[in-house]
């Protein structure tokens, strides 16, 4: 066995050497050797694993980040209307320092055959301050109804779409001033106790007494899904700022209104949530809501 393992160890150092020899007697043609190369190409990519911790990734950042956006754009709407209202404030205020100090006519809810029998804003007023106090489109229209813009003011059949559109300007906001409130009118506005609301009337002198509230504009907005009316409801700056229409039949607002942005007739203008709002009733089904702020 001994003799064996030498021979073993001994041929292999023999082969070893002789190699060597080799080698070193034919350096040229070891020098112009062309080693052979090799096209390898290598093949990367994600598997299966890796490819599913990316789109979870992705969808987890997608579920922080779109709330934020949705909330931000819901705010950023919110700032808009506040400015727009504020400016169809003054307009009013403009008015009424032309007019002896009377606020431009309002809500005229008695005269369907009219064409501000639909609307809340009458239709004079709205031409008024219009051309003669620089209230554009843009700034008329609430920013939840954008979307809507060419139908915004879908009403029933019966009421012409000619009656509403003001020669470029449409009407986005409700206005509260010098509403029609005649007693004993069902198309008066009604508080829940019974009482007619009081619209201010002029811009001085708007106490508790004479007035129920000093709002003056409002986001557009309509219910008649908690009255049980036909109407269904249109309820502006929702959970992603957008507004939305509740269908006759709907029982009950959800998602669940946010709020308004409510102007005041000393030219400031609010985000009031939902819950501080209170409302009134006009041809018993629907409801209009306001800001009790005085």
């Not at 809340?120 to 709205?126: E, F, R």
């Not at 031409?127 to 813009?149: D, L, P, Q």
């Not at 006009?282 to 306001?290: E, F, P, W």
Request: one cysteine or more; aromatic letters at 12%.
């Amino acid at each position: 066995m001994r003799t064996n393992n030498r021979q073993t160890a001994f041929t292999q150092s023999q082969i070893f050497n002789v190699a060597k020899q080799v080698i070193s007697e034919n350096k040229i043609v070891c020098r112009n050797f062309i080693q052979p190369t090799w096209n390898v190409k290598l093949v990367t990519g994600f598997t299966l694993i890796e490819l599913l911790v990316v789109i979870s990734i992705i969808a987890m950042l997608l579920g922080v980040l779109l709330p934020a956006l949705s909330a931000a754009r819901a705010l950023s709407q919110r700032t808009i209307c506040t400015s727009n209202i504020r400016q169809c404030v003054i307009a009013c205020g403009l008015y009424a320092a032309d007019c002896d100090g009377y606020l431009p006519l309002g809500n005229i809810w008695d005269k369907e055959d009219e064409p501000e029998g639909w609307l809340d804003v009458n239709y004079n007023t709205a031409i008024k301050i219009h051309f003669n106090y620089g209230v554009a489109e843009s700034s008329a229209m609430c920013t939840s109804w954008n979307y809507e813009r060419e139908k915004y003011f879908y009403e029933p059949t019966s009421n012409s779409d000619t009656n509403i559109k003001l020669g470029g300007t449409r009407i986005g906001y409700i206005y509260y001033g010098r509403r029609f409130d005649k007693e004993g009118s069902p198309y008066s506005p009604q508080l829940p106790d019974g009482t007619i609301y009081k619209s201010p009337r002029k811009l001085q002198n708007c106490t508790k007494k004479l007035v129920t509230s000093q709002t003056l504009f409002s986001c557009f907005h309509w219910d008649s899904v908690s009255t049980g009316g036909k109407w269904g409801a249109k309820i502006p700056h929702t959970t992603n700022g957008r507004g939305v229409f509740y269908p006759a039949g709907t029982k009950k607002l959800l998602p669940v209104p946010r709020g308004l942005v409510t102007g005041f007739i000393d030219g400031s203008a609010e985000w009031a949530k939902w819950k501080d709002l209170k409302w009134f009733e006009q041809a018993g089904t629907l409801r209009i809501y306001y800001n009790p702020k005085m």
